[in-house]
DNA sequence: TTGATAGTGAACCATATGGTTCACTGTAAG
DNA sequence: CTTACAGTGAACCATATGGTTCACTATCAA
C-alpha cells in the first residue's frame, strides 16, 4: 500500500492532541454533537468543527448532518495499523536490548575465565 | 501523573512523521551517528539533528557524543502508555459496536413479534 | 413571521514544523 | 600546522496547527 505511510502519519498527528483523544474517549462513550463536543471541551463550535474534521480525515470519525445538528461517531478505522506498527517497534525494541544483554552477559564470562586462566 | 497526557502529545507527534519512524527502523537494526541517518534519509546534518531532537525529548532516542561524532540509539521509553492508549480505544471501540450490534438485534426481534401480532 | 439555535467558512493570529543555508567550533589525521 | 570531517546554532522560509471572531445560512419552534 503506497499510503501507509501517509495514513499512519495523518493518524498519528490526530492522536497527539490532548483534546482529539478526549473527543475519541467521548465518542467511545456515545455519540455526540459539535455543540456537545465544543462544551464538553470548552471551546467554540468553529474550533471543535476543526478537531472532528482532523479525526474525520484520518477516519477515526464519522459524521452524519440531519437538520441542523451534525452528529459525530466513531468511524471506521480501528486504528490496526498504529497498533501493529508500535507492536512491531516494541518487539525490535526488546531483541535489540536482549542481544546486548547477551553481549554483556558473554563479555562476563569470558573476563571470569580470563581471572582464572591469569590467578593459574 | 500530571504529565501523562503532554508526554502522549509528544510522542504522538513524533511518531507522526515518517522519517522519524525510519529512523526509530533504523536505530532498532543498529546504533548509528547523525551523518549515517542523514545520508540514509537524504538530508542535512542539521536538519537529522532536529529529528533526532525530538526523538530524544520524547524520551524514544538516546545520544552520546564521544569525539566528534555523535551516537544515537533507542532511548528508555518503550511506548508502552501509547501502545495502552490505543488498546484501551479499541477495547472501547468494540464494546461500543458491539453494543450496537445487540440493539439491532433486539429491533429485529422485537419487529418480528410485532409482525407475528399483526398477522393473528 | 420572528427569533433562537447549530453549524459553516473566511479571515486572522501566534506559534510550531520540516526543511534549508551559512558561519562556526571542536576533533582527527596527514 | 593544516586540512578535512562531524556536529551545532542562528537565521530564514513556507506551510501547518490550534485557536479565535465575525458574518452568514439553514432549521426548528413559538
Same mark, same amino acid.
Given at each position: 500500500?503506497?499510503?501507509?505511510?501517509?495514513?499512519?502519519? $495523518? $493518524?498519528? &498527528? &490526530?492522536?497527539?492532541?490532548v483534546t482529539r483523544r478526549g473527543v475519541l474517549e467521548q465518542l467511545a462513550g456515545s455519540d455526540a454533537s459539535i455543540t456537545d463536543l465544543a462544551q464538553r471541551f470548552r471551546m467554540t463550535l468553529t474550533g471543535m468543527k476543526k478537531h472532528v474534521g482532523v479525526l474525520e480525515r484520518a477516519g477515526l470519525v464519522t459524521t452524519e448532518k440531519v437538520g441542523r445538528?451534525? $452528529?459525530c461517531k466513531l468511524g471506521p478505522r480501528r486504528l490496526e495499523e498504529e497498533a501493529a506498527w508500535i507492536e512491531r517497534h516494541r518487539q525490535l525494541w526488546s531483541a535489540r536490548f536482549d542481544a546486548l544483554d547477551e553481549i554483556v552477559e558473554d563479555l562476563k564470562r569470558k573476563e571470569k575465565a580470563n581471572a582464572r586462566s591469569k590467578r593459574r
Open positions: 500500500m503506497v499510503h501507509y505511510q501517509a495514513r499512519l502519519d $495523518t $493518524t498519528f &498527528a &490526530a492522536l497527539s492532541d445538528v451534525r $452528529t
